[in-house]
């Protein structure tokens, strides 16, 4: 056979299995409680970069959450977000949000500046969470961007991005990383987009001592 017909079929064989690559549907936490994923702070171990979160601030990123006692005005979130982090520096930066879960799936919540409406809020799903051993994967919405090893990712953008692995401990352990990122991967995600979160010298308040040493 003509070389030259050898490889435009390996192309167009090439581009086709790509087309037809398909992300797995990710499912969520069932039973979710929101009041028990609140009850402490997560410190974030590892997660992707995104539109509002660079790299070059993976350090000392916490999450607190708060369950209203009733829906804010206007908007109706249900769920207060405070999140922390920082840079090599020391220098921290924190920010409330607010989310508001999904009624029919309460593991898929919505967050957002609380200024804007629900309308225009992004996906926050929690994939996995296991309170015991103190853990949760989240995910920024269903992944559709096929990235390394047949894994899928979402964007990088502001709504429809991001990945983080929280643990209730701030002290890293890798065995209890590792088991959640096979959780990860088990769930069709690309593990490439995670880059570790330094957790050593912060205290508390998530306010690194960095600028002490």
């Avoid at 003509?2 to 797995?24: E, H, M, R, V």
């Avoid at 005005?73 to 520096?89: E, I, L, Q, S, W």
């Avoid at 065995?175 to 959780?183: S, Y």
């Amino acid at each position: 056979m003509n070389p030259f017909l050898l490889w435009l079929g390996s192309i167009f064989g090439a581009q086709s299995q790509s087309q037809t690559q398909t992300c797995k549907e990710v499912t969520t936490v069932e039973n979710f409680d929101i009041n028990a994923y609140a009850s402490a702070k997560w410190y974030i171990q590892q997660q992707a970069v995104t539109a509002y979160q660079s790299e070059s601030r993976n350090y000392c990123v916490s999450a607190e959450y708060t369950v209203k006692d009733r829906p804010s005005p206007v908007f109706g979130y249900t769920v207060g977000v405070h999140n922390r982090d920082g840079d090599a520096n020391g220098n921290m930066r924190d920010g409330n949000i607010c989310a508001v879960s999904d009624p029919n799936t309460p593991s898929k919540l919505k967050v957002a500046p609380c200024f804007l409406p629900q309308s225009l809020a992004g996906p926050y799903w929690v994939v996995a969470y296991d309170e015991t051993s103190g853990y949760a994967l989240v995910s920024g919405g269903q992944p559709t961007e096929v990235g390394e090893n047949g894994g899928c990712r979402t964007g990088a953008g502001v709504n429809n991005s991001g990945l983080w692995i929280f643990t209730r401990s701030q002290q890293r352990d890798e065995g209890l990383i590792d088991e959640v990122r096979n959780i990860a991967e088990d769930a069709g995600f690309d593990l490439s987009v995670l880059n570790d979160v330094d957790q050593s010298n912060c205290d508390e308040q998530g306010f690194t001592s960095y600028l002490r040493n």
